[in-house]
RNA sequence: GCUCCCGUAGUGUAGUGGCCAAUCAUGAGGGCCUCUCGAGCCUUCGACCCGGGUUCAAAUCCCGGCGGGAGCACCA
């Protein structure tokens, strides 16, 4: 084995007994509530590698299964996300088609005797696990069982009065691991399935049931969900099922974003947000929106890696990542904020150029002409440096003389070396431009005419990398990164 | 309260007993270059949570602290 230190990783670490034949089999299982936020595509990413590491399958799997939680929308909006991210989804699975292989597979615990139904209150029975206490219910037979099982499924009591609970035992040590629920009555018409069923599972259940079901060789999750994997344990061993491999990698802090999908959803209603691509959140369609490439996305969590340490993500890491794959494509045009306008006396004809990427030439150049006097526009602190400087260049054109009216002062590039700053104009005939900043504000101003189409992430010099977001009579782009 | 997980620079990461007076990236400072405050080049700053032990040798193994996080839902 050769040791390459020195290198900056660009893959993961192997699996653990990755060798599979026909690849690893690995899913996602994105809860229908809403779009994919950038916390989501950690995992998504993740397993789509590994699954193109060894030529294996992913299953996008939708957790549907409370349906007081699901955005119909979403169905889509997730499918969507997971396409612009690269992720190559095999096959998809709904858990609300499966509704009646989780009443077979907790029928057939309760038959073992290792579920039972419980009649009780749920606080007094929460109460009792935790003073490691068994209710009334647990110890009833597999015959009582089954037959609550029944009425159960066949709405015979009221929601919130019985559930189906999986043993595990009433003492372990581990208070989160006394005994869970796997099915319980909910009273609310499903998206999907409308109210042909009233009893749904818990994700303990049906996520057990599937991993196994779909093959599934290795589960990744975040480590939030270490004592959930250790009470799917409990299925797979009472069933004889073998394990899957499970990783989990730490917790994700994603700092100044909102997202949370709830309280996204909530603010779109109060009218807070404009949308679920509102830059202010956290959203893959509200960074797709800001030109962040979903390459970066991808490379960015390849270099955090599946580590159990909880990481806080880098907003400046990421930009970096994402300069590096938009800077080389990204055509240069001059947008001025805060524009004032400078007229020139001149009385000559000239014309201005500026590479549309001053390390590609190939790519061509922006010209304007002049004939005689002319005006432009130059942003308010640029103009207030000539003003005190007395000198300003305007980049591609020439220098300029402050005075009652300006003068065309030449075109010597190296005043700047003496000190005179070279900034961006906009010429007569440039269009209005509004930026949409990363807190939602808009920043105005004038950009010269463009050659670039919606989608395409451009660089205002002086100013950032901009995402163009529609060009008619006005600009209107969408602030990425410096 | 109980249980579990984790602890390398501001951030992320490499490192699995000697090649570590610790890698790479990002960031911050300085310089060069460039008709952008972008890119590029050079350079500086900056970390093994603490304390014991094991060992000739510990970031790496063991024990104990401390710190951070998560779970203990009829959410996922």
């Known amino acids: 084995m050769v040791k390459e230190k020195k290198e900056r990783r660009n893959s993961l670490p192997e699996l653990e007994a990755s060798d599979v034949p026909g690849g690893v089999v690995m899913r996602i299982a994105p809860g229908?509530?809403?779009?994919?936020?950038?916390?989501?595509?950690?995992?998504?990413?993740?397993?789509?590698?590994?699954?193109?590491?060894?030529?294996?399958?992913?299953?996008?799997?939708?957790?549907?299964?409370?349906?007081?939680?699901?955005?119909?929308?979403?169905?889509?909006m997730i499918a969507e996300d997971l396409e612009w991210l690269g992720v190559d989804v095999h096959e998809t699975v709904h858990q609300s088609d499966r509704f009646q292989r989780y009443y077979d597979v907790i029928r057939k615990l309760t038959e073992m005797g290792h579920a039972y139904i419980c009649l009780c209150d749920s606080n007094d029975w929460r109460e009792m696990k935790v003073a490691c206490q068994a209710c009334g219910c647990r110890g009833s037979g597999p015959e009582d069982n089954l037959e609550r099982l029944d009425r159960l499924l066949s709405s015979h009591y009221s929601a919130?009065?019985?559930?189906a609970v999986v043993k595990t035992a009433v003492d372990h040590p581990n208070p989160a691991l006394r005994d869970f629920i796997a099915l319980r009555q909910v009273d609310h018409p499903h998206p999907r399935t409308g109210d042909r069923y009233n009893v749904y599972p818990m994700m303990n259940l049906s996520v057990a049931v599937d991993d196994h079901d779909f093959g599934i060789t290795h589960v990744m999750r975040g480590k939030d969900h270490l004592n959930n994997t250790h009470r799917q344990g409990f299925i797979y061993d009472y069933l004889s099922w073998t394990r899957p491999v499970f990783i989990h990698y730490g917790l994700v802090s994603i700092p100044d974003t909102v997202l949370k999908t709830s309280v996204i959803g909530q603010?779109?209603?109060?009218?807070?947000?404009?949308?679920?691509?509102?830059?202010?959140v956290g959203t893959l369609r509200a960074l797709r929106r800001r030109g962040i490439s979903p390459e970066a996305i991808r490379r960015y969590w390849l270099e955090v890696g599946i580590k159990q340490v909880d990481v806080q993500v880098s907003w400046d890491n990421l930009f970096a990542i994402n300069r590096?794959?938009?800077?080389?494509?990204?055509?240069?045009?001059?947008?001025?904020?805060?524009?004032?306008?400078?007229?020139?006396?001149?009385?000559?004809?000239?014309?201005?150029?500026?590479?549309?990427?001053?390390?590609?030439?190939e790519m061509g150049v922006r010209r304007h002409?002049?004939?005689?006097?002319?005006?432009?526009h130059i942003c308010s602190?640029?103009?207030?440096?000539?003003?005190?400087?007395?000198?300003?260049?305007?980049k591609g054109l020439c220098n300029i003389e402050s005075g009652e009216t300006c003068r065309h002062a030449g075109d010597d590039k190296s005043v700047s070396r003496q000190g005179v700053r070279i900034?961006?104009?906009?010429?007569?005939?440039?269009?209005?431009?509004?930026?949409?900043?990363p807190d939602g504000g808009l920043t105005r101003g004038l950009v010269e005419p463009l050659d670039a189409s919606p989608?395409?992430?451009?660089?205002?010099?002086?100013?950032?990398f901009v995402r163009i977001e529609s060009v008619d009579d006005g600009v209107r782009a969408v602030y990425a990164h410096r």
Request: aromatic fraction near 10%.
């Open 32 to 76: 229908p509530s809403g779009p994919l936020h950038l916390g989501h595509s950690r995992v998504a990413v993740l397993n789509d590698e590994y699954v193109k590491m060894s030529g294996g399958r992913l299953v996008n799997r939708f957790e549907d299964t409370n349906p007081e939680k699901v955005d119909p929308e979403a169905y889509h």
């Open 160 to 163: 919130g009065e019985a559930a």
């Open 267 to 280: 603010g779109i209603k109060e009218g807070e947000y404009k949308g679920w691509d509102d830059v202010r």
């Open 324 to 361: 590096d794959i938009v800077e080389p494509e990204a055509k240069r045009f001059f947008f001025v904020p805060e524009p004032v306008k400078v007229s020139v006396e001149f009385d000559g004809t000239t014309e201005s150029s500026c590479p549309l990427h001053p390390d590609r030439p």
């Open 369 to 376: 002409s002049f004939q005689g006097d002319f005006q432009v």
């Open 381 to 394: 602190e640029d103009h207030e440096e000539l003003r005190r400087k007395g000198m300003l260049r305007l």
């Open 423 to 437: 900034v961006q104009w906009a010429p007569e005939g440039s269009l209005p431009a509004e930026v949409v900043m």
């Open 455 to 464: 989608g395409d992430v451009v660089q205002f010099e002086r100013f950032g």
